[in-house]
């Protein structure tokens, strides 16, 4: 069971690896390699949002990155089996992403939240919506009436999603943020001070020029080589969808104690 409280930071290194948020996680290295390829290949289903060029056309330069940034296997003869996410990575990038949310919380910036993985990180965005509301930011809103050739995009427990067939939907892509910040320029709203997000839609955001910053995947290095290159701020290597949401609870808690927002 996931542990209650805020946790320390050993703590929470020790529950991301019980819980395979990080350590020895579900994804295989196959599958790492194989987007790694994917992106280095051109295929912009694996840029989430992004506009990478050929910046990155050598899998082994992803690759370098990724082991850096989130601990897998630098190893490039390792190609089946086990891959890792380095705990120590992660609760790195929490610490950098909670001085983040410190920044919007003392300017009381206005801030978007939005998840293309509603099924494992829904809940961590809105509570840290709430604890920066709670701080005088505000919670941007977005406007009604969008879609993409993938659905609507709607706004719940104020996180942006994406609705399609009365359910919400997985997706990488960068098109339901393209939805949000040109649905406020033709309201003539102001855009973002700062997204927290993930997938495309953290990836598409940086990518216009606002602050972003993400959590991602070890299969998923857009946002690994956006941050690399300064277009997000912070990127957080974890698994996106573990068992249970509930698992990512201490880490939330851990988040916004560091942020001095809990």
């Known amino acids: 069971m996931p542990i209650s409280g805020t946790p320390s930071r050993a703590e929470l290194v020790d529950h991301l690896v019980r819980t395979r948020i990080a350590g020895d996680v579900a994804t295989p290295r196959e599958n790492n390699l194989s987007h790694y390829r994917k992106l280095a290949n051109g295929d912009r289903n694996f840029w989430l949002g992004l506009e990478l060029g050929d910046r990155w056309s050598d899998e082994q330069d992803v690759l370098a990155v990724m082991a850096e940034r989130v601990g897998v296997s630098d190893d490039p003869q390792h190609r089946h089996g086990q891959d890792t996410i380095d705990p120590e990575l992660t609760v790195d990038a929490l610490d950098r992403l909670a001085g983040r949310l410190r920044k919007a919380a003392d300017g009381q910036q206005r801030v978007l939240f939005a998840t293309g993985h509603p099924g494992g990180l829904l809940d961590v965005h809105r509570a840290t919506a709430a604890a920066l509301r709670g701080a005088g930011c505000e919670i941007v809103v977005i406007p009604d009436g969008l879609q993409t050739d993938e659905g609507y995009v709607m706004q719940f427990a104020d996180?942006?999603?994406?609705?399609?067939?009365?359910?919400?939907?997985?997706?990488?892509?960068?098109?339901?943020?393209?939805?949000?910040?040109?649905?406020?320029?033709?309201?003539?709203?102001?855009?973002?001070?700062?997204?927290?997000?993930?997938?495309?839609?953290?990836?598409?955001?940086?990518?216009?020029?606002?602050?972003?910053?993400?959590?991602?995947?070890?299969?998923?290095?857009?946002?690994?080589?956006?941050?690399?290159?300064?277009?997000?701020?912070?990127?957080?290597?974890?698994?996106?969808?573990?068992?249970?949401?509930?698992?990512?609870?201490?880490?939330?808690?851990?988040?916004?104690?560091?942020?001095?927002?809990?």
Do not use: K
């Open 159 to 262: 996180v942006a999603v994406l609705e399609h067939g009365a359910t919400l939907w997985h997706t990488h892509s960068g098109e339901p943020m393209r939805a949000v910040l040109t649905g406020l320029e033709r309201e003539g709203r102001p855009l973002p001070d700062l997204v927290v997000a993930d997938h495309g839609w953290a990836g598409y955001a940086g990518q216009h020029g606002v602050d972003s910053v993400g959590y991602a995947d070890c299969n998923d290095p857009a946002l690994f080589l956006a941050e690399s290159e300064g277009t997000l701020q912070v990127t957080v290597p974890l698994d996106d969808h573990v068992i249970s949401p509930r698992y990512y609870d201490p880490m939330t808690a851990y988040l916004l104690s560091q942020a001095g927002l809990a």
